[in-house]
């Protein structure tokens, strides 16, 4: 697995590469935005790229807006960065970042983090073989997820929602990617429909936390599908 940093100061940038060395990954580490987009728009292929905020010519934010526009959504970004208002963390992610973590960086969650954004990233992850999640079994050839073994009767698009949910557990989804993914268009924010939805979903599906699972859900932010069981959920 080759990932690529950007960052540009130097102690990061070296704590960064050999936190990701010794996880068994291999770093190319990039100081500035123009060195990054240089590497990218040539045939060399990464599995996952970190992008500070904040960095020398092209900010990493600039940086997501190229990648998104010319080579769509296949490539996950994990966003590192030490702006924590909320209003940033919306905007990284509404521009297409799959994650974000608050510096100052800790090895132990930057490697899970990834690891888990590696893991939902996977091809695999999107086939039609049925799949169990905890208590959950999900069939998506036959439309079905069950729990504890019975049958919930879903409307289709609650079905679609939680299965986009399941397929993608620790993933945050911002308001605009699930109702492009289910609706194919985005949903007006006054609108309740995309709410009302999550909320049958909650209600039907039972995800709380007697049943190893919690929806965690943020109007500003999005929505994370988390497992209580699960060590590696974030």
């Known amino acids: 697995m080759n990932i690529a940093s950007l960052e540009d100061d130097p102690v990061q940038a070296e704590f ?4 990701l060395i010794n996880a068994g990954f291999a770093c190319s ?8 987009l240089a590497t990218l728009a040539k045939p060399h292929q990464f599995d996952l ?17 190229w990648i998104r526009d010319n080579q769509g959504y296949s490539l996950p970004v994990l966003f590192l960065t030490s702006r924590t208002d909320e209003a940033d963390i919306v905007t990284g992610l509404q521009a297409g970042a799959d994650d974000y973590m608050n510096k100052p960086i800790r090895e132990g969650e930057l490697i899970a983090r990834i690891q888990a954004l590696l893991r939902r990233m996977n091809p695999i992850t999107q086939s039609n073989e049925p799949f169990s999640f905890g208590v959950y079994h999900i069939d998506p050839v036959n439309n079905v997820i069950r729990l504890d073994g019975e049958e919930v009767i879903l409307a289709p698009k609650e079905y679609e929602l939680a299965l986009l949910l399941f397929r993608n557990p620790g993933r945050l989804f911002s308001r605009d990617v699930l109702s492009t993914a289910v609706w194919n268009r985005e949903i007006p924010a006054t609108s309740r429909t995309l709410d009302t939805h999550l909320s049958n979903i909650r209600r039907k599906l039972q995800l709380r936390p007697e049943n190893g699972v919690r929806l965690n859900a943020s109007y500003a932010l999005g929505y994370r599908l988390e497992s209580l069981l699960d060590s590696d959920a974030i």
Do not use: R, Y
Not at 16 to 19: G, P, V
Not at 31 to 36: I, R, V, Y
């Open 29 to 36: 580490v990039f100081a500035t935005g123009k060195s990054l």
């Open 49 to 65: 790229l970190l992008l500070d905020w904040e960095v020398p010519d092209v900010s990493g934010l600039d940086v997501l807006h």
């Open 16 to 19: 960064i590469k050999h936190s």
